[in-house]
C-alpha cells in the first residue's frame, strides 16, 4: 500500500515596497538626501551598472521580510539602472550596496542608530556616512579587515568609490565631484543654468556686435578703396588730357 504525503503550500512571502516611515523629517534634511542621491546617479550617468537610490527598501535575505533598511541614499555598482519598488539582494546577483548614506533628523537616537551601523556592516557594506545637519558634523566608516573601521578625518576625505571629497568647512555638507564640481541641488543648478544662459546671450551679442564691427570696417575699407579708384580714374583722365595736348604729365 502506497501512503499520500500531503505537501503543505508555503504562504507566499511579500517583501513591500514601504516601510511606512517618511522619507525625511524636514526640508534640509530632504534637500541634503535630494542634492546627494541625484549628484551621485548624475556622477555615473554614463554608466549602466551603477544604481542609485534614494529611500529605497533593501531586503539582504531571500525569505525574511522583516530584515531591511531604507537608506536615505544607496549606491550599488554591478548592477543596471532601472525602477526597483524594492532592492531584494538575491534577484540582483547578491549584490549589496557598496555606499550608503544617512542624514540624521532631530529624532534620530543612539539606540536605532546603532542598530543601522550593525545592518550595513553585517550585510556588506563597504562605505558608510552619516551626516549631521545640526551639528555640521560628518563622520563615516568604510569597511577593512571584514569589519567598518571609523574614519578618523572627514574633512577633505575621498571616497574610494566613488572617488568623491567632502568638506564641511563652508559650516554645510560639500561634496565634489572627481572633476572638482560640487554637488548641486536642483535649485543651484537651476540659478547656474540660467547663469550660463544669461553669459552665452552676452556672448552672442558680442559676437554679434563684433561682427557688426567687422562689417562697418569693410564697409568703409570697400568705400576707401573706390574713393582710391575714382582718384585713379580722375588722374589717368587728367593725364591722358596731357598727353593729347602734348605735354608730358611727368614734366608738371
Known amino acids: 500500500m502506497t501512503a499520500t504525503i500531503r505537501t503543505q503550500n508555503l504562504p507566499e512571502i511579500i517583501y513591500p515596497d514601504s516601510d511606512g516611515k517618511p522619507m525625511s523629517d524636514n526640508t534640509k534634511q530632504f534637500q541634503l538626501i535630494v542634492t546627494i542621491q541625484g549628484g551621485i546617479d548624475a556622477l555615473f550617468k554614463d554608466n549602466e551598472n551603477v544604481f542609485v537610490a534614494g529611500d529605497l527598501l533593501w531586503y539582504p535575505v531571500e525569505g525574511d521580510n522583516k530584515t531591511r533598511q531604507a537608506p536615505d541614499t544607496m549606491v550599488v555598482f554591478g548592477r543596471p539602472k532601472g525602477y526597483r519598488g524594492s532592492y531584494q539582494q538575491w534577484l540582483e546577483d547578491n549584490i549589496a550596496p557598496q555606499v550608503v548614506f544617512e542624514i540624521l533628523s532631530p529624532g534620530n537616537r ?52 566613488l572617488e568623491t571629497r567632502f568638506e564641511t568647512a563652508s559650516g554645510d555638507l560639500e561634496i565634489y565631484r572627481p572633476d572638482g564640481l560640487k554637488f548641486l541641488s536642483y535649485v543651484e543648478l537651476s540659478r547656474q543654468m540660467e547663469q550660463t544662459q544669461q553669459q552665452m546671450e552676452q556672448t552672442q551679442q558680442q559676437m554679434e556686435q563684433t561682427q557688426q564691427q567687422m562689417e562697418q570696417t569693410q ?15 580722375k588722374a589717368d583722365r587728367l593725364s591722358e588730357k596731357l598727353r593729347e595736348m602734348g605735354i608730358n604729365p611727368k614734366d608738371i
Open 110 to 161: 543612539m539606540g536605532p542608530m546603532f542598530k543601522l551601523f550593525k545592518f550595513y556592516e553585517n550585510y556588506g557594506v563597504e562605505e558608510y556616512y552619516v551626516y549631521d545637519p545640526e551639528d555640521n558634523e560628518l563622520i563615516g566608516w568604510a569597511r577593512s579587515d571584514g569589519e567598518l573601521n571609523y574614519i578618523e578625518s572627514m574633512e577633505g576625505w575621498v571616497s574610494p568609490r
Open 219 to 233: 564697409q568703409q575699407m570697400e568705400q576707401e578703396r573706390q574713393q582710391k579708384e575714382l582718384v585713379q580714374q
